[in-house]
């Protein structure tokens, strides 16, 4: 089964950008939509966004319109999410999740993102 | 949006007794396309229903889900002493959400 790995934690000034990578293990991502999922220090899961890799179709959730940008390279079996205009209240663990209509069945580690001056 | 709103906010009881979680959506979730997911300290959510009602690969028996209309139900039949944790419902439809989540605690 395709395991999903994702890039290390970062640490990030208020006003800047973040990219987190997760990349397919063992497998590709087929035609499964893959999703950004992050939960803030002691609060609940909140979908951010999602990609379908094969077809590149996008969703986004309307509280990252505008500062979420969700991309794919196919040739390396890796999805990327970039989040810009960082603040304080960004700081979360960011999943990637596979899901399809079978739920979301594969996540990523989860990487910590902390924004702080 | 389709809001979920997940009760109790916690739960106690013991191993070997049954739990029941609920989860109100506030509209029909298209085709119930909704989950259950676990959540442990440190870790990713892992799946557990999907579709209102079919186990994910691999989740015991002891797991089952329901709908009646707009109210979704998981059922834990006898508690392990690894079931107590985080659980969370979430619609996966055309934009996502998730519930608040239930914390399901040793009495």
């Known amino acids: 089964q395709v395991q999903l790995v994702q890039s290390g934690a970062e640490v990030k000034k208020p006003g800047s950008s973040v990219k987190v990578s997760c990349k397919a293990s063992g497998g590709t991502f087929s035609n499964y939509p893959i999703n950004w999922v992050r939960q803030a220090p002691g609060q609940g899961l909140e979908w951010m966004g999602r990609i379908i890799p094969i077809l590149g179709i996008l969703n986004y959730a309307q509280n990252f319109q505008g500062r979420v940008t969700i991309t794919a390279d196919k040739s390396t079996n890796t999805v990327y999410m970039e989040l810009s205009s960082l603040r304080s209240e960004d700081t979360a663990v960011y999943y990637c999740?596979?899901?399809?209509?079978?739920?979301?069945?594969?996540w990523g580690q989860g990487t910590l993102v902390t924004v702080s001056s | 949006e389709i809001v979920l709103t997940q009760s109790p906010g916690t739960l106690s009881l013991s191993p070997g007794e049954r739990a029941t979680l609920s989860c109100r959506a506030s509209?029909?979730?298209?085709?119930?396309?909704l989950g259950w997911y676990q959540q442990k300290p440190g870790q990713a959510p892992r799946l557990l229903i999907y579709g209102a009602s079919s186990r994910a690969t691999g989740i015991p028996d002891r797991f089952s889900g329901s709908v009646s209309g707009t109210d979704f139900t998981l059922t834990i039949s006898r508690l392990e002493p690894e079931d107590f944790a985080l659980y969370y419902c979430q619609q996966y439809g055309s934009s996502p959400t998730f519930g608040q989540g239930t914390r399901l605690e040793i009495k």
């Open positions: 509209q029909s979730v298209n085709s119930n396309y």
């Open positions: 999740a596979r899901g399809g209509t079978l739920g979301f069945d594969s």
